[in-house]
């Protein structure tokens, strides 16, 4: 509570380098904060390019998928990524004033937030425009990006300690950050990853990967940024219901009877996944997971802030 109502005492200096990260980032820049929007949507089309006219990704609504995905993603990375520089770019104002140095991982973070928040405003709009029903489950985007917020914070102090203490830092973050990417369900369906079964044991890899398989599958759900992205899902595109869904496989040609066979047999497989994975239990988790996370890596960073006027 102390650190809390130190933070709000120098509250000025919190939003000064708010306002002024906004504007570097974009400085020279003819468009502006016009990149925060055009970079993830250039990055969605080629995806949907890519996925869906290319690969031919069944899924319905595909687009707006991506975008319910990315945002939360990219909120998430950007923050983790800034984090890695937050402390050594102020180094100089580190060794010349007093303030609580935990503003420096928060005005990253608040940063990225209002990007966010212009992100989710333009993903509004394009909902709007493809028709895709706008309702009152979009509050649970709140308590989504809340969790996400507080995960990425956690992670940020943790990183940002770390960073002025070891230049390697940010270097291992972008390269983590990439496979981490991947590890998330924001380019295909969640039940790509919930549905898969054991593999043929013809080799050593696949029987560890079969013994680990329900392991995987556990640490994949407990995720704050993939139940992050299953919330903003759950509440952008599917008024507000389990985000565990199957769509049927239809193609071409199918008889009405083959379509309702497909219908049928989407919907039992979502049942036993929705069975098998209870959402509010992983979601609990993830709090927890979250939580902890933010109070070890404030602590961390607390710790250590002490020194980096010495190591800057």
Request: hydrophobic letters at 55%; charged letters at 10%; aromatic letters at 12%.
């Amino acid at each position: 509570m102390k650190e809390l109502l130190e933070i709000w005492r120098f509250r000025e200096v919190l939003f000064n380098l708010v306002r002024r990260n906004l504007k570097v980032r974009y400085k020279n820049s003819v468009l502006g904060f016009l990149w925060s929007l055009l970079n993830p949507l250039m990055q969605i089309g080629v995806w949907w390019l890519v996925f869906k006219v290319i690969m031919g990704m069944p899924q319905k609504d595909y687009t707006a998928q991506l975008i319910t995905g990315f945002l939360p993603w990219l909120f998430f990375s950007q923050c983790v990524l800034d984090s890695t520089a937050c402390v050594t770019q102020e180094m100089a104002l580190v060794k010349k004033a007093y303030f609580p140095r935990a503003i420096l991982p928060l005005s990253s973070l608040l940063s990225n937030l209002v990007h966010l928040a212009l992100a989710f405003v333009v993903a509004v709009v394009l909902f709007v425009i493809w028709r895709v029903n706008v309702n009152i489950h979009y509050w649970l985007v709140i308590p989504s990006t809340l969790l996400v917020a507080t995960f990425a914070y956690g992670l940020s102090a943790m990183l940002a300690a770390w960073s002025v203490l070891y230049a390697d830092v940010k270097f291992i973050v972008n390269n983590l950050l990439g496979l981490w990417f991947f590890l998330t369900p924001v380019i295909y369906p969640i039940q790509l990853v919930l549905g898969k079964q054991a593999m043929a044991s013809d080799g050593w890899l696949k029987r560890l990967i079969n013994i680990l398989l329900p392991y995987i599958k556990t640490i994949y759900l407990l995720d704050p940024v993939t139940i992050s992205i299953l919330g903003y899902r759950s509440g952008l595109l599917k008024g507000g219901e389990n985000p565990i869904t199957v769509s049927p496989e239809i193609v071409p040609g199918m008889t009405p009877q083959q379509v309702a066979a497909a219908h049928a047999q989407a919907a039992a497989r979502q049942e036993l996944l929705r069975a098998q994975y209870p959402i509010g239990h992983y979601i609990i988790g993830a709090v927890i997971i979250t939580l902890v996370t933010a109070v070890v890596g404030h602590l961390v960073f607390r710790r250590l802030s002490w020194t980096f006027a010495e190591k800057g």
